[in-house]
């Protein structure tokens, strides 16, 4: 008797990418993410891609992959609202609220979200926690402000460095900085949400509560689960 082997959590990302093509609308532009998990997604829109009119981005990557496959992407300012966006998340809580930015690409991730109508979340289900705030928090922040920002998170007690890459610090599409923020733990992501925005300097804080999930489409072991908030 043979038993299959579990599913790699690449395998795992292609299977929950492959399951957000039933919340593309035909016929309209959908919200496309940033990350490992929705370029697998991308992947398979492109079997669809007579059927939509196109997407709106959330960073330069994503926009290079879908135009290399032949998709058309629009510039968000064309745009007056999306039905359905669909990204990852690198921490996502039982009522839909998430940690994001680990690729760097939050604030637009944050703006695209904004305009869509319902927000897909794809994740496997390391992604999934109890309490926000082991995945480093990604802020991004105006480069000036970067070591007065980590004060003020040092002060809730957290520790705040700045991503670096290439030895230098990274450099986002909007040409900004990010910290990123261990030592939290986020009990009540609306109002840290809210709180952490007001600071002058932060451009975005990668807490997406406002703009929570509205479905998670999480890939496990018995295959995807479905989470509705």
């Not at 290399?68 to 039982?94: H, K, R, T, W």
């Not at 705040?160 to 290439?166: E, F, L, W």
């Not at 450099?171 to 925005?197: K, M, R, Y």
Request: proline residues 4%.
């Amino acid at each position: 008797m043979t038993t299959s082997s579990p599913l790699s959590q690449d395998e795992l990302k292609a299977l929950v990418g492959k399951a957000a093509l039933q919340y593309v609308v035909p016929g309209e532009i959908v919200g496309v993410g940033t990350g490992s998990t929705v370029n697998k997604f991308i992947d398979a829109l492109a079997g669809m891609k007579a059927d939509i009119k196109g997407a709106v981005s959330s960073s330069v990557a994503s926009t290079e992959r879908l135009r290399a496959l032949g998709i058309p992407v629009f510039d968000a300012n064309e745009v007056e609202s999306l039905s359905v966006y669909i990204d990852g998340a690198d921490e996502i809580d039982g009522k839909g609220h998430m940690v994001k930015g680990g690729g760097a690409a939050l604030t637009r991730e944050k703006i695209v979200a904004a305009m869509a109508q319902r927000f897909v979340c794809i994740a496997d289900e390391s992604k999934r926690v109890d309490v926000l705030g082991k995945f480093p928090l990604p802020v991004e922040v105006i480069p000036m402000a970067s070591a007065h920002i980590a004060r003020r998170f040092a002060s809730l007690g957290g520790q705040a460095h700045i991503r670096q890459k290439d030895g230098k610090p990274l450099v986002t599409d909007n040409g900004q900085h990010i910290l990123d923020v261990t030592g939290l733990a986020i009990a009540d992501p609306l109002a840290f949400e809210s709180e952490v925005n007001q600071w002058p300097g932060v451009v975005t804080v990668g807490v997406f509560a406002h703009q929570k999930a509205s479905v998670c489409l999480l890939g496990t072991a018995e295959g995807v689960k479905t989470l509705t908030y």
